[in-house]
């Protein structure tokens, strides 16, 4: 850290106001914002000590390159002189991952959802064609280009740490003879383009509603098929098939301008080759993560590759028999053929009253939430607001305009939130919340409304209510 806060000294000139370490990717780099010093200096920049020195010649030299292109990416401001540090522009905090969450949650996406990731599609190609003239691909690391070893990394990845945990049985010489002969298919072109090799949604920043790309340090030379096979087909995001053309098309409208003579039906059977590779990929990394890792969410991903895989497989892949029949026993094993819109969470959200008990949760899981809304003003202490109940514009007004209800639920929706999206996430299939106040009549309907609209709105799930006290079950 001192190191970096030096290195800081150097550039600028005077010492950082402070430096706050933020989340990193997963990698063994850290990442830390330091605030800018010294009299009418403001503004941010990002501090970086990077574990691996190859890694790190390769983000440098690939960012220069990217700059100098006019791609977006976060220019290099200081690099320390063992190149073990250093400083980069600050992009801010907005990931496309965060930008999409309610798209991704729901299943489906808003027009300006659709907007934003065409956007970021049709500028791949830039990225891609950028190194195709004049750039030094020795500097790639850890691998230069895209070759077979890589191929035969991430087969056996999905064979070993995926096909063999399921317990299914297979001819292994059979499946590595069909492996063989997707290798060689996969390795038929060697371009001169760039293989961003992890174009996904946590790659990509935006900044004054434009894309901005991070984190290309591991790309190599290679074919432009496997990026767009990587962001269209992520699993986790549950594009729909009209939203995937969509991005397909938006992709090859912007490669024309490289590809002016491209032969579109040849381009899209290569990328579907592209897309059974990279979904192997994704299963192994999620057989290796969640089945031995023992991670409950890479567990939970499995059914959404599956389900990628059931789509693929509409068209067999004539040209490996043997694999194709394979994946397809895999797709209709039980314990893998829940398809990716699993049952949906039911959230259920109750007011009560506290001096006839908190409801018991039927499902059986018992557990949930129970907050407790006494603190927050009680019309039911005015003789007026008595006739009414907390769904009346009357009850509503008073409790808006005494502004306690606000802050309370400003606390409440981030806990539930972050509850809802792992309870999704572990594919559970039961949540309640409930909300206690005196009578039940007043401040506990009121929150419960709100809780249920807000989940309802934000969330692909089933959202129950009911006010007990008043004797009114509603389903959102």
């Known amino acids: 850290m001192e190191k970096l806060r030096e290195l800081y000294r150097e550039y600028a000139g005077h010492e950082a106001a402070a430096v706050e370490q933020i989340k990193g990717s997963g990698s063994n780099r850290r990442y830390f914002r330091i605030f800018c010093g010294g009299p009418g200096v403001n503004g941010t920049v990002i501090g970086v000590i990077g574990g691996d020195l190859e890694e790190n010649k390769a983000f440098f030299a690939l960012d220069k390159h990217f700059a100098a292109k006019g791609i977006r ?11 073990m540090r250093y400083l980069q522009e600050d992009l801010g905090e907005e990931l496309l991952f965060d930008a999409i969450a309610q798209g991704r949650e729901r299943g489906s996406y808003s027009p300006s959802e659709r907007a934003l990731l065409c956007k970021v599609v049709a500028s791949l190609p830039d990225i891609q064609y950028a190194c195709r003239d004049g750039f030094d691909w020795s500097v790639c690391y850890p691998e230069e280009a895209f070759d077979g070893r890589t191929v035969s990394f991430d087969l056996n990845y999905f064979k070993y740490c995926f096909l063999k945990a399921t317990g299914l049985e297979f001819n292994e010489a059979a499946l590595e003879d069909d492996f063989d002969r997707l290798r060689r298919d996969l390795l038929k072109e060697d371009g001169q383009t760039f293989m961003y090799r992890d174009f996904q949604s946590r790659n990509v920043m935006i900044k004054d509603g434009e894309p901005w790309f991070i984190d290309f340090q591991g790309g190599r030379r290679g074919p432009v098929h496997y990026d767009l096979a990587s962001f269209v087909w992520q699993a986790r995001s549950r594009y729909p098939d009209d939203l995937r053309e969509e991005l397909e098309n938006a992709y090859l409208a912007s490669l024309r301008r490289y590809e002016p003579d491209l032969d579109e039906a040849a381009f899209r059977e290569r990328y579907r080759l592209f897309v059974l590779f990279r979904t192997l990929q994704v299963l192994g990394a999620y057989g290796f993560r969640g089945y031995f890792e023992k991670k409950p969410y890479f567990i939970g991903s499995v059914p959404f590759a599956i389900d990628n895989l059931r789509k693929l497989l509409r068209r067999p892949f004539k040209a490996y028999p043997y694999l194709n029949e394979l994946l397809k026993a895999l797709t209709n094993m039980p314990q893998l053929y829940e398809a990716a819109d699993y049952k949906k969470l039911e959230v259920s959200i109750f007011s009560f009253a506290y001096k006839k008990g908190i409801p018991v949760d039927t499902s059986g899981n018992g557990g949930g939430f129970v907050f407790d809304c006494r603190a927050i003003n009680n019309p039911g202490k005015f003789e007026y607001y008595r006739q009414f109940d907390g769904r ?3 009850v509503i007004k008073f409790l808006e305009d005494d502004g306690g209800v606000n802050d309370f639920l400003g606390n409440v929706y981030p806990l539930v939130d972050a509850h809802v999206k792992r309870f999704i996430e572990r594919k559970f299939t039961h949540m309640q919340v409930a909300f206690g106040c005196t009578g039940g009549q007043h401040r506990s309907v009121y929150c ?6 807000h989940i309802a709105k934000k969330f692909d799930v089933l959202v ?7 004797d009114v079950e509603k389903v959102l």
């Open 392 to 394: 009346d514009s009357e």
């Open 464 to 470: 129950s209510l009911k006010h007990r006290e008043l």
């Open 73 to 83: 990416v976060p220019k290099v401001l200081a690099v320390s002189a063992d190149s």
């Open 448 to 453: 419960a409304e709100h809780l249920a609209e």
